[in-house]
Every structure is written in C-alpha cells, then in structure tokens.
C-alpha cells in the first residue's frame, strides 16, 4: 500500500472494525480459465491476509471475514480462517 494512500486514509475517520465479506472465488476461477478452482481460493487468501496487513498498518485491530457459499473442494486456502463460534456456516447457495 502507497504512502500516500495510507496518509489519505488516516486523513479521515478511522474505522474500529473492519467486516470483510469473502465472495466471487469461483466465478473469478472461471473467468480466469483455471482448471482447478482451489488456486482461485489461494489467492483470495492471499489477499485477505494482505488486507490484514493493512488494518493492522492502520490501526484497525478488529476484523470480521464472512464465508457464505455451496460446499467447495479442500483447500488450503481456507487455513487461516476460524469458526467464530457464532453456531456453524450456512448454506447460501441459490435454490
């Protein structure tokens, strides 16, 4: 993250709490033409964890990453992830 987008940001208000929301990994693998989607959920970890980095640059010490999607394949992707406790996953796929 630049300097001067780090600046920009502490120029206004600063969030307590960051809720991420951790969508699209499928239709991206698609999109890309990947033949094995658990790269795509790789490189979302991936990012996650970079945006991570951020808030903690920043300042922002609580974070929140929601799931919510059909059963997928293992992947070790999904390693730094844990249950919050708050009773299981749900089921949101499409009907």
Known sequence: MSIDFIEQIRAGLMPEHVGLILDGNR??????GFTDPGRAYEMG????????????ELGILRSDAFGCARPKPKTTARRGLRDSGSGGGQDCSPR
């Open 27 to 32: 239709r991206y693998a698609r999109k890309q």
């Open 45 to 56: 970890a991936q990012k996650l964890d970079e945006v991570l980095l951020w808030c903690n």
